[in-house]
């Protein structure tokens, strides 16, 4: 009786320890969800959509336009307070808050002062969360308590000319983040649990584009663009496997996530349209095989997602769009201006795409390629949403301006 007793415990205290430390499928652990894909699963796809959500809580976390990460019964959020950068943790289900951790932010200047918040979504895996604050502090804190494990800042006062936008990840027990400005940064490998340096690729500083993870002929390759190109490092060692010239032009920026489907590279940008490559084995080395290239289309702030060979996006001027991935070929552009600049969330949500520009409209689509099919189109926000929104069942996750809010699809 009593080692049962004894194992009932051990069983409870780790699935309560579980909130903290382990993903299910339905989270939203780091920027673009479990696989920075923009695909949700787990969705509830409303059989007539409603006017609005039903608002359960709502909470003033400050500001920032960072997404939330999403982890068994808890929500991360980074954000603003005052002159100090804030990581919460919140109880998912009533919006209280579990632990703080803050720390002086750097001041920022110039037009990026209108976004004063962070704007990298944190990631959370393996126990810890990590985050990137707009003045390139790298910090990682155990999840369950919020004690700082490790710090990094090894460009002291270096951002891109807006600050920091990258969103770090994690890969095999290591946070992979790229650091630092144009002409003076890197690609750095840190050890998840030290902090301790793995490797570094300092060919190239950052841009605002986020890493994903590639995989080809047993290959992990970490790509990402960077400030003029877009690149793929080995994961396990850092060395550049490969390599394109991707020059931002006039006021454009390398903002976007590049897409992976497979062997192929997606990747596209304001000015320059969107380019389809896959990545082939040659010899001991890899090389980019282009595949095709739209010029029509390319985005600014923000990453299409991918679906049934069929990319969904907001275009530079703020269009819904439709592109054919297999031959690059543009199937439909809706004419309605949603959002001057293109700064909009994209999320493949199953039997619908979800798209959340800045106006805090959140617009349902149906996912096909002969014409733009509107289905809802519901205000979520009396602010404006630069962050994603988190969806799982029932239930969306939205940041604002300055709040978190929990909102139930009925």
Known sequence: MKNTKLFISMI???????????????????????????????????????????????????????????????LYAFTRQNASEVVLCLDKESGKVLWRYDYEAQEVTGAAARHPGPRSSPVVEGGKIVTLGVGGILSCLDASTGELVWRKDPFPGVVPMFFTAMSPMIVDGMCIAQLGGAG??????????????????????PDYASPVLLSVAGTKQIVTLTEKSIVGVDASNGKQLWKLPFPPQRRAYNAATPIVDGQTVIFTGAGRGTTAVKIEKQGDGFAPV??????????????????????????????????????????????????RGGFAAILDAGQVILALPSSAELIVIEPVEDKYTELARIKIADTPTYAHPVVTGNRIYIKDEVNLALYMIK
């Open 290 to 339: 282009e595949q095709w290239t739209n010029t029509e289309l390319g985005v600014q702030f923000n990453t299409p997602v991918l679906k049934d060979d069929l990319l969904f996006g907001y275009s530079n001027m703020g269009n819904l769009f439709c592109l054919n991935a297999q031959n690059g070929e543009t199937a439909w552009v809706d004419t309605l201006k949603n959002d």
């Open 12 to 74: 409870m205290t780790t699935l309560i320890l579980s909130g903290f430390t382990c993903a299910s499928a339905q989270d939203w652990p780091q920027w673009r969800g479990t696989d920075r894909d923009g695909e949700v699963t787990g969705f509830t796809t409303p059989e007539i959509w409603p006017e609005a959500f039903t608002l359960k809580w709502k909470v003033n976390v400050g500001a920032g336009d960072a997404t939330p990460a999403l982890a068994g019964n808890h």
């Open 184 to 205: 003076n940064g890197a690609i750095i490998s840190y050890n998840l649990d030290t902090g301790d340096e793995i490797w570094r690729w300092a060919v190239e500083g």
